[in-house]
């Protein structure tokens, strides 16, 4: 690899990095905003200009609390459940293709941290070593809440896990490549994969949902029944990292949402834009303009999944925990296999948009359903 | 006992398939709460903009002078008595000889105390004030204080200033409506 | 020394330290933890032989799922006392005995097996890829591989008639 390649890559991963973190920290103040906004309120609006210097007076807040370690915990555990959580959430947006590639003279570099051909494999390790924070950190706090806040954590996210990996196994279908780029290349223009994977997106978003532990899936962290939850007994810095991490998985799982299936830095007339502006303004500076309105369009779509993250969070009540487990492997399973076969039907025969067919099978099932249901008839409740 | 028509009777009967999918329900949550999310907030941003307090709002008290700048009040301590929060409190002393123009009773308070940590605001010591001296204005707020020895008013914060004379700008205003306008006039 | 050369030395000083603290470590959540490091060290590894596919496998399945259910299972039970009864003589010399047999069974595998070689100029460094791995398995071991598919659901299903509950079973 050549020195200014290296330059550039590095300067990138750098960019990159800095952006994941700006934007965790922007959401926290975006969450408050739009859960005010949501309420009838103004949301946080005295720090700066509507309140847009607030993440920098909460983490003012965070350093300046008191750090304590409970007596009776695990001292080493208890540090590492936070860093472990943060890492995790950190290391997970490097093979996020966020635009198509600079270009330098002769060099073309894509704009990722790093290319490898298991991108999403890479995304679901590491999503699955996510939960080692919590778990780590909920049992090194030798308390009972947060033992159970963190033995919820563990078990939803592994359930959602098989839920998650198989709704994507029919796009990997599709596309033949484990790559996120050659997945979100393949969705070039307007050819997006929520056209062909309704039901797999419906899957994958709720998925996502319950592995960054939002609500209607934030069980570990129910305040009602379990003080804290995994958090209970963290305070200081300690505990903004739990809450950062939360943010930074957001923001992730927002990026390969809209990479996975709302066609990453794709917009319908992408190569007329492309054309035009390397006509005009020369090969290199066109290109490079080009690839940056493709990242903005990326953004735009992973700003409005967080925009959604936080719209979900502020409608929807909790699960209870059953209903957790029943929606997980009762359903989410046995459909995203059924997905998965009508895929692979689909792929032989060439019907290219089979998986709508459960869709219209399942609205259709729905319809009949409630015409047949009866009528409304008031029933004395039963005690 | 049917109270609104909103009410709703509880059963539990079967959900639906389109019931049991939540996805109709959660999409119609999501447009409710979307439509708040632009609605016009009802917050009104306190320091910046001031609701407007219409002309029987009850606020800072003040003591009046009258017409030749005289103190009208003359310590009879009928609004001590009224008062349900014991706020008030006062010492009452004889006018001398050449203070006529100070005071205008033959007997007045040398010392009129109000302590804003207990009144609640009820404006009982207007009503029973027989000189007309004691009124709560309708334009101005008791300003925030943060110790304890800025609880208590004297007469330096309470008597008229004869150059900013208190005119209640409305004596015949009706009642408060029961629904609080909330028309923002910065005052 | 080249620099892959200095990440495989360090990564294999790391891998047998955790997995000496596994079996030395007094708190099983702590050799549990260890394991984990293990398995990334040994991710690791299989990143230096290129085999990226096996690599995010063995996270995903080994320290992201499996491991977590050892943690899980281990966290429920209370640990705290030393649970001096199941450390008699006769269950540490069983461990040594156990553990010695197996260490010699494995000195003299390696030591019959032949080293597998390669030809530099011949070899081609996608080997270890998913594509490659793929064809290997759907083509040349398939039978295999499936028999080891139906052995996985046998088992599962097996582990989900063992958890049912059934009619009469107390209800916790």
């Avoid at chain 1, 300690?238 to 917009?267: C, D, H, Q, R, T």
């Avoid at chain 2, 539990?12 to 016009?40: D, R, S």
Wanted: glycine share 8%; charged share 15%; hydrophobic share 50%.
């Amino acid at each position: 690899m050549e020195l200014t390649e290296l330059i550039i890559k590095g300067i990138l991963i750098v960019v990159l990095f800095g952006v994941t973190l700006l934007i965790a920290m922007y959401s926290t103040w975006a969450e408050r905003k739009v859960a005010g906004f949501i309420q009838d309120r103004f949301g946080p609006n005295r720090a700066g200009p509507g309140g847009i210097f607030q993440p920098l007076a909460d983490a003012g807040k965070m350093f300046f609390k008191e750090d304590f370690i409970p007596s009776q915990a695990n001292k080493w555990l208890f540090i590492l459940g936070p860093c472990l959580a943060i890492l995790t959430a950190l290391m997970s947006s490097a093979v996020i293709p966020f635009g198509e590639s600079i270009r330098y003279e002769d060099l073309l570099i894509p704009v990722q941290g790093v290319e490898i051909n298991i991108g999403i494999l890479y995304v679901f390790g590491v999503v699955s070593l996510g939960v080692y924070g919590l778990m780590v950190g909920g049992w090194a706090s030798n308390n009972k809440f947060s033992l159970l806040g963190a033995i919820r954590a563990a078990s939803q996210n592994i359930s959602y896990e098989i839920g998650f990996g198989l709704s994507i196994i029919a796009i990997l279908m599709m596309t033949g490549s484990l790559s996120i780029r050659a997945i979100v290349e393949q969705q070039h223009g307007f050819a997006w994969n929520l056209f062909n994977q309704p039901l797999g997106f419906i899957i994958f978003l709720t998925c996502a949902f319950a592995e960054c532990n939002r609500t209607p899936f934030d069980l570990p962290e129910c305040e009602t029944e379990l003080v804290g939850g995994y958090h209970t007994e963290y305070s200081s810095m300690k505990l903004g990292f739990y809450l950062f991490a939360e943010y930074i998985n957001m923001f992730v799982s927002s990026a390969i949402i809209a990479s996975l299936y709302f066609g990453g830095y794709n917009y319908p007339g992408m190569d007329w834009v492309r054309e035009t502006l390397t006509g005009s303004l020369g090969a290199a500076t066109g290109h490079n303009l080009a690839t940056l309105v493709g990242t903005i369009v990326l953004f735009g779509k992973i700003f409005f999944f967080i925009f959604f993250f936080m719209w979900v969070r502020w409608t929807l009540p909790r699960f209870r925990y059953d209903q957790l487990m029943n929606l997980g492997w009762k359903t989410f399973i046995p459909l995203s296999i059924l997905n998965v076969v009508v895929t692979g039907f689909g792929l032989l025969y060439d019907v290219k948009y089979a998986s709508w067919a459960i869709v219209i099978v399942m609205v259709i099932m729905a319809m009949v359903s409630s015409a047949r249901a009866p009528k409304p008839a008031v029933q004395p409740q039963r005690t | 006992m049917q109270l609104t028509n909103r009410s709703k009777e509880v059963s539990n009967k079967e959900m639906t398939m389109a019931e049991k999918m939540y996805l109709p329900a959660i999409v119609q949550g999501l447009a409710i709460t979307i439509k708040h999310f632009f609605a016009k907030k009802v917050t009104i941003p306190y320091p910046e903009v001031k609701r407007y307090l219409g002309p029987v709002f009850r606020g800072h008290h003040i003591l009046k002078r009258d017409e030749e700048g005289r103190e009208r009040c003359t310590a009879c301590g009928l609004c001590a008595v009224a008062c349900p929060a014991e706020a008030i409190s006062m010492v009452a002393a004889e006018r001398k000889k050449g203070e006529e123009n100070l005071y205008r009773e033959e007997k007045y308070a040398a010392v009129y105390e109000i302590n804003m940590l207990r009144c609640i605001f009820c404006g009982l010591c207007e009503e029973a004030c027989p000189k007309q001296a004691v009124y709560l204005r309708h334009d101005k707020l008791v300003p925030i204080f943060t110790e304890r020895d800025q609880v208590v008013y004297g007469k330096e914060e309470l008597v008229e200033k004869m150059s900013d004379r208190y005119i209640r700008t409305n004596p015949d205003a009706q009642a408060t409506p029961t629904e609080p306008s909330f028309s923002r006039s910065v005052s | 020394m080249k620099p892959t050369e200095i990440l495989f030395y360090a990564l294999t000083a790391i891998t047998l330290l955790s997995a000496s603290f596994v079996v030395t470590a007094r708190n099983p959540i702590h050799s549990v933890l260890a394991l984990i490091l293990t398995f990334f060290c040994l991710s690791g590894h299989y990143i230096l032989l290129n085999a990226q596919f096996l690599a995010a496998v063995n996270i995903i399945v080994y320290a992201g799922a499996i491991m977590v259910l050892f943690l899980f299972v281990i966290m429920f039970l209370n640990m705290k006392t030393e649970d001096e009864e199941a450390k008699t003589t006769i269950t540490k010399l069983a461990a040594v005995v156990v553990g010695g047999v197996l260490l010699v069974v494995m000195v003299a595998v390696f030591r019959a097996a032949s080293m597998a070689t390669y030809n530099p100029s011949t070899y081609s460094a996608k080997v270890g890829l998913v594509e490659n791995l793929g064809l290997v398995l759907y083509r040349d071991y398939l039978l295999p591989f499936e028999l080891a598919s139906v052995l996985l659901l046998v088992a599962m299903v097996g582990a989900v008639m063992l958890g049912k509950r059934e009619p009469g079973d107390r209800h916790f």
